[in-house]
Structure formats: C-alpha cells, structure tokens
C-alpha cells in the first residue's frame, strides 16, 4: 500500500476574488491544449473556502523552510489501494518571478495530471470540505481547497481518466502512430507505463477498426478492437460486415479510448466511397514500410497480420508479439535471404543497423561552405590529380588543413586522424582544425579548397560524391544503396578486406553534399522567354510518389468561415440543355440514315439551331463535311459553349455573314485565330462568299448570350482568411503563394466527371505522385505532391494561390473537367484562359467539345503539348530511388533532378 503523504496540508482557507479570476484567466490561456483535449471531459474546479489560522501558520513555516511557491495537489490512488487514500503532488516556481500563476500553470503542464494541468479546466461553484481535497499554495500563504471526490474519473466513473489524457498527450505530442493502411483500418501505437507515465519503447499494441452496416438504408458504425484482448479481435474478426453490433468505446482499453479522438480528427471519407467496399476490396499484399520517427524499427504487414520489427542488438524482434520468431520476423528474415527481392533501400539500411541506435536521423557534415555544381579550376585539378598530389605529407599521412587568416598571425592547430574515403580506396590523413590564438575564434576543417567532404568521423573525396551524383542524374535506376554496394566491392578488389565506411555513413555524406551543393533553384525555374508569367503551361501528373503516411505535411489551409456559392449552373451553359436531345442529334450526325423525329423537338425548344441543322441537311444531305460534323459535335456535346465561341466573339462572327468576306485577306486571317470552327466551314463547304444569313446569324446571336452566363453574375472570390506561406510537399521558387485557394460551396458537392475522369487509384501506400508545370520550352516551373489520387482540385489550385492572373492557354490531358472545376467556383479569374487538351490524349476525349482540340488553332501549331510527358519520363527513373525516402530527402532530390533537368533545357534554348 502506498503510504500516504499530507505534509503541509491542514486547516482551510480563502483567496481573495482578484485571484481567484485570475486563475480563471489562467486556465483558459492556452487555446492549443483545450484543442486537443476538445474530445475529453475536463476537470472542474471547486468553490474556494476560507482557511483557519492554523493552516496559514503551517503554511508560513513552510514557506520558511523552501524558498519558492508551491501547489499540491491531493487526489484519491483508487489504482493501488483498495481504501481511499491520499496522493500529493508538490511543484515549486520562482518566488521572484512576477507573475507566479502563471508560472505555476506554464510549468505544472508536464509534471501535474493531464486533466488537471489542461487549460481547459474551469472553475465551479460547489462544496468542499472532504477528505479529498486539493489544494493550491501562492506566495501569499493563501491556500484553497478543491473538492476532487468525483472530479478525476469521466462523468463519476470508478477509473481515473489523468492516464488516459497523458497516453493520449504522449501519442500526440510523439507523433508516434504508425497506420498500416491510408484509412487507419489498422494503426500500432506504443504501449502506456501507467507507472512512469511514458510511452514504452520497446512494446506496441495494434487498434484495429471495422465498420459495420446492417443495411444500405441505415448508417453503420465503427467497431474498434484492441491486440490487447486476443479473444475480442477474434471474434469481432470473424463478424461479416452486415452484423448487427455497437459499444461501448469508454469500457474498451485504454489504448482504444485514446487512438479514437485522434482518429476522429483525421478521418476523412469522400461521400461517393463505400467503406464497405473498401474494407472487402483493399487486399494488403505482404509488405514492409520505414516508420519515420523510429530509427531501427520498421512496420511488417504479413497476411493482414501487423507487427513492429526491431533489430537494435543484431536480433530480429518483434514489438508486437514481443518475439523473435513470429511470423513478422520470419517475412524479414525470408525477404533478407531473398536475393531477388526488390527491396527498397531503407530495408538494407535496417539490416545494417546492427547496434545502437542514433537519435539523430543523419549525421551532418562538419565543412559548410557551398560547393559548386560546376568544377571551378581549383576543383577540376584536384579532381584530376592525386591527393598525394597536391595535399601535404607529414610521417607518410596526408595533412588536412585549411588556409585561414585571422587578427593574429600565430594560429594554433588541434589534429586528429580520419580516413579520407575515394573510390577504389582510402587514405589515412592527419585533419588539423585551426584556432586563432588573438582571439580564439575556431575553425573546423571545411576542406573546400582539397574538394574535400569533412563529416567529423571521416572524410570523403569530391570524386566520389560527383561520380554518384551523375550517376542519380543520368542512371535509369541507380540507387544509392546500389552505388554503395557496387563501392564496396572496388574497394574489396583494391586489397582492402572489408569496406570501412558503412551505408549509412555513405548515405549521410550523399545527403550532406546535395545539400551543400551552390544551386540557384530561382534562376533555375524560370525560362529566358517566358519570363515570370508565362502565357501558356503545359502541366500533368507523374507517378513518383512516396509513402502515404507522410502526407500528413501536405498543405492544410484555414477555410474561411465565407464560402463562394456557385454563380452558374453546367445545364445554362450548353448549347443544348437536354441530354436525351443532345444524344438524338449525336446520333443524327455521327451514323448514316439515322432518324430525325428528334429534330421536331428541337424545332420546338431550340429553333436557331433546328435552322442551321436544315440549311446542312438541305445543303448537303446525309453527307456532311467533316467541319460540319465538327460543329455540329460542340452542340451535342456536354461542354460548355464559352470553351469552343468566345465572350468578345459575336462581332467578329457576324462579320462572315457579310457578302465577299472571303476577299478580306485580314478578316479572314482573323476567323482563322479566333473562330477556326467556322472559317473551317466557310472554306471547306465550298461556299462562294459568306455563311447564309437566315440559318446563322440567330445561331450566332444564341451562342454569344450562352458564353457570357459562366460570368454574367459572378463576382471576384473572397481572398481573405489564413494561409500555410508555403507547402512542405511543393516547389515553386519564382511562383510562392499570393493567396488562399479559397472556400466554395461546390467543394460539398460529389461531381460526375464522366468518361473523362481519371480513376486511377495508384499503389496502395505510395502518394499519386507529383504535378508538374511547364512552360512551352520545356522549363519546369515547380511540381505539388498529391494527397490523393489526380484530380482538377491539384492545377486549380496551383493557379488560383500562385499565380497574378491566369494563364492565356492551359494545356491539360484532362482540362474538360478542370474547365467546369474552374466555371463552379471561381470564373472571373480563368475567365481569358483557353483550355486545351493535348495532341496524344484528346482521341480519347470523344465526349467532349472540339473546342478543347488543340489542332484546330493554328497559332499553336509548333507548339509542343507533349513537353511534361517528355520531361516526366526522365523523373519516372527516379522511383526505386525516392519512393521509400523521408519527405525532406524527396523533396531534395526530386528539386535537384528537375533543376538539372531545367539546366540542360535552358543551354539548348
């Protein structure tokens, strides 16, 4: 039984009502603690009553003895003694401090329970006077009294919840869960030591959740269970989705009570997934993953069966089911004598770390001076000679020293000995940091004028950094654990037994030398042409992704609590409202002896364009010249008008109506840029001097008017509330973000993007991968890491934030849907922008108008749409390379690569 402790508390007393606001104040201080514990009950302090004159004797005799202030805190231990007994926490604060509340509540946050020390607990009237009472001392002796019988368990439970919100404390402020899926279907998170109140390191637990629906008509609900409870997971395991089951969340573990708030925060179904469907479709394959925070660990998925696999002390154990011959440990082992598994390198580097493990992630490099991409003089002559060349010798070691000149001309050196790593060998050196014996300014080696890398426990020759370096650049698939193993075999073959430098080292010394590397990524990212804003982009998406469980650093913005409503609907903006007509008329045009009962119809709803249809059946029968079919297919089709007739083209087209308008040179010029659909028709249809009157220019007139309904009422988007200033997962060096993306009420909305839409759901535990940019020369303006799978949110939102105004021309494989994405929510600002769809991929776009097609404008004749295609089949290459990469290292090399990539373009231009 734990003996009880009360020193310092008897008697009662008072505090005055200044103070007593004033802890109010306090506890309501912190808005980032009542946020995450938002999910929580929270305690409630009681009313304060008025102490005796004994107890502040006691407490100035206290005071006498300690020097500074103090709160206890007296609470039932209903865990450890089946009796009620007493628990005292005593925190003691600077008395000289000016404000010794609110030291006492800044610093009591880590040592106080969690729901005691939360911000979120409120002061409330009530009685005390019990046996459990807690108290707070100030500086002023003035002690209070807080009746805290049923404050410390959730709405007057037996079990105390001051566990529960520190577990969950610890989970969140470690960040600490590891999902084994992207919807956390399952997630293993450490253990709890109720003793220490810390997360334990070497002990996970596995949450696992599955969701129940009786029938379609009715919601389901979530069922959580815990690998702490062997016998429930079995059976809830066994359950079909359709059973009829609910609980209780408070009556589940510990580890259940805490994982489902944060889950909750993070949970995130579209409305059109069926989580049903997603449960019984998402088969797991046998996998591995790298767990980001937790060197030496990594996540084994085996049969639907997750585990956590340590190799701290060169033996294979699992945290999971604390063994080493599980069958976690056994996949590890299975996949390490496989010399044919693809393995991805973060999997050789956990077989390597043998023994201790770092809590630093990378070991940086000692040297900080910027190395040029491209070899000065110095650099090229050290590159070409030997280092014995042109480095000092002293007792046959190579001397290591930089040049340095400082207030005083005795400077004092402190040596050691490294090993200086080249490629086929090593030599052993003599590095001597240098210290002005003036002032006592130190200076490590840097070992930029040797093209020297000092990392502090070696160093390593440019040569070898400068080899790999385009090996990463031109290689097809040239990996860095694949370059350090093809290195220790030069090595080996030059008479040394064993390779000194280990991967890990190599690989620190590679990530130390990119980032060192004197690159302008401003300069690099923008074209010579184009300038800043370029008139035209190319963008598209590429398949290099990285794991999915990192991108939760993707760009989260504040909605504004205004959201803009949709000015128009996609009905007013067809030429032709109706589908069952637009699918009459399709048929008409596209298939022989097809029948015309619909055309009455549309005598009745849409006269203008029943007598053009006549005049080019009269005209031309049942075969029409493929100009007019082209025609005729923007009016059938579900694009809106103002993609294929523009809003300042009326007069311009009523100008074909004029006689002789095929003698104009210029006008016709013009109809060829601005109106190519009809010039196509005014010259191939064989049509002596103008388009006739009486079947168009009411045609004319009806499209004009449809054009200018996208804008016709709307107005400029709100750009007010907050915004992340730049996104972790996105390089723009010349385009940072100008303003938010802004709220819409069509972003509720589930949209239809028919047979344009792009469904692929890509790897199972890789992101979609990026999208890039470019400008016509081939000039990458930056790339966005996708979340979720491609869609038009991904460019309208790199246009709305980045750029002063909209492009003239967007050239997208899927830009029909990106058209309407743009129309619903913000229109006024692509309101100029011509929307195309590349060469390659419009004949898979038969649904869509001809005014997307790029082929029929001539000014665009030379231009390249397949320059992202081109530019993004080089940074395919890069996929066994960076997938399985932390999100800083992806980021940094998928940067390095396009900029060089950028490079190349930017010397032929």
Known sequence: MRPKRKRFIKGKGCLSEEFKAHIRKMALADPDVVARLSSQEVLEMKKLEKKTKKRKKKCSERKRKNSGNYVTIDFDDDDKAPVKEKKVVTLSFDSDNEDPLESMVDDSADILPSSLSSSRSLVNQGSSGNDNDIMITNNNDALETFDSESDLSVENEDHIVDYHLSYQLELRKQNCLVPADPRFLKVAIPDFDQQKANLKRNKYVVVTRKYFQKNEDVDGNWIYFCSCDKATSTYIESLSFDADLSQDIKECCIHINCLVPIIAEIDYWEE????????????????????????????????????????????????????????????????????????????????????????????????????????????????????????????????????????????????????????????????????????????????????????????????????????????????????????????????????????????????????????????????????????????????????????????????????????????????????????????????????????????????????????????????????????????????????????????????????????????????????????????????????????????????????????????????????????ELSSFPNLPPLRPRGSYEQDAINTKYGNCRKNYKGHPNLTSGIFTIYCPHGICYGFQV????????????????????????????????????????????????????????WKNHTACGTGYCMNIYSELEKMNSQINEQQNAATKRLKTQLSYMRPDHFMSHCRFFIWYRNYLKQSAL
């Open 786 to 841: 996708m979340d979720k799978e491609e869609s038009p949110n991904v460019p309208f939102t790199i246009f709305r934030r980045r750029f002063n105004r909209a492009p003239d021309y967007i050239v997208y494989d899927n830009n029909c849907s990106l058209h309407s994405y743009c129309l619903n929510r913000d229109p006024l600002f692509f309101r100029w922008t011509k929307f195309l769809i590349d060469r390659f991929h």
């Open 272 to 727: 059109e997934e069926s989580i049903i469907g997603y449960q019984e479709s998402f088969i797991r394959e046998d996998e591995i993953s790298d767990i980001l925070r937790e060197k030496g660990k990594i996540l084994v998925v085996y049969r639907g069966s997750v585990g956590i696999v340590s190799n701290e002390r060169s033996q294979l154990i699992c945290y999971v089911c604390s063994s080493g011959v599980c069958i976690h440990c056994n996949e590890v082992r299975r996949r390490r004598d496989d010399k044919d598994s693809n393995n991805p390198a973060f999997f050789d580097e956990f077989l390597e770390s043998a023994h201790s493990v770092s809590s630093e992630r990378n070991r940086k490099a000692i040297s900080c001076n910027r190395i040029p991409f491209h070899a000065d003089e110095n650099m090229t002559r050290n590159l070409h000679l030997h280092p014995c060349q042109y480095l000092k010798t002293e007792d046959s070691l190579l001397v290591c020293q930089d040049n340095i000149s400082c207030c005083s001309e005795i400077i004092g050196v402190s040596s050691r000995r490294l090993k200086l790593f080249m490629k086929n060998t090593y030599f052993e050196c003599i590095v001597n940091d240098s210290r002005c014996t003036g002032c006592g300014a130190f200076q490590s080696y840097d070992g930029l004028n040797d093209s020297i890398l000092n990392m502090g426990k070696f160093l390593i020759h440019y040569s070898l950094m400068r080899d790999y370096m385009f090996h990463f650049l031109h290689g097809k698939s040239c990996t860095l654990h694949g370059y350090y193993e093809v290195f220790s075999l030069s090595q080996k073959s030059s008479g040394h037994e064993k390779c000194e430098l280990t991967y890990k080292d190599f690989k620190d010394s590679w990530y130390s030398f990119l980032e060192l590397l004197d690159i302008d990524f401003n300069e690099g990212s923008i074209c010579k042409i184009c300038k800043q804003d370029p008139a035209a982009i190319i963008c598209d998406a590429t398949s290099l992704g990285h794991q999915k469980k990192f991108s939760a650093l993707v760009l989260q913005e504040n909605p504004s609590e205004l959201c803009t409503q949709k000015f128009s609907k996609h009905a007013d903006r067809l030429a032709i409202a109706d589908k069952d007509l637009r699918d009459s008329f399709k048929e008409w045009v596209t298939k022989k002896n097809a029948s015309m009962e619909f055309s009455k119809k549309l005598e009745i709803i849409y006269p203008v364009i029943f007598r053009t249809l006549k005049w080019a059946r009269d005209t031309f029968g049942d075969d029409l010249p493929k100009s007019i079919k082209l025609f005729f297919k923007c009016l059938y089709s579900s694009s809106p008008v103002c993609s294929y007739f523009g809003e300042n083209d009326l007069n311009l087209s009523l100008r074909m109506l004029e006689p002789k308008c095929k003698s104009d040179a210029a006008l016709m010029k013009k109809f060829q840029l601005k109106l190519p659909l009809l010039f196509n028709i005014l010259t191939d249809c064989n049509l002596e001097t103008c388009l006739p009157e009486e079947h168009w220019k009411g045609l004319l007139l009806y499209l004009s008017d449809k054009t200018g309904i996208p804008y016709r009422y709307a107005s400029d988007v709100y750009s007010g509330g907050s915004f992340i200033e730049e996104n």
